[in-house]
């Protein structure tokens, strides 16, 4: 499988998206919303948005005897996809993610914008091997990509 990278984000798009984020991100952005709720609300935005990236995943078939005895075909994905997420809010966007891509290497990224230069400083990186593989980012406010093109 080639490399590719897909994001996983809150971004603008989720704001006036499919019904099923319009009430997560309502929790998310409501001010009135518990710690517990708005982690919970972005687990289930990641979750969501993983389902979504699945489906453009490159897939194999793989045959599996059943308890009948029966032979069944199914399209399961070719590539286990490598998770990266920026550490601060991600976390919980990830852990959705990670539900439906349970056995994927993860990697953190730590990074916060200096707001003299408006350019992300980079003060830790643990990444898996992830050449030729497929990443998922998964950022909570990755909208124009310019804190992560910004880390060198």
Partial sequence: MKS?????????????GPQVYQQLVYEIRNPE???ADFRH?????G????????EELGTKEVAVETLTGAEATHCLVDEIPVLVTILR???????GVQKVFPDSEVGFIAM???????IADVSYVAL????DKVVIIADTMLATGGSFAGGD
Wanted: net charge negative.
């Fill in 33 to 35: 919303t518990t710690s």
């Fill in 47 to 54: 979750e969501n948005l993983a389902y979504e990236i699945l």
């Fill in 128 to 131: 898996p091997e992830i050449t």
């Fill in 89 to 95: 809010a991600g976390i919980p966007l990830n852990h």
């Fill in 4 to 16: 590719a990278l897909y994001l996983a984000m809150v971004s603008a798009s989720l704001f006036a």
């Fill in 112 to 118: 916060a914008r200096n707001e003299k230069t408006l």
């Fill in 41 to 45: 609300a972005l687990e289930k935005i």
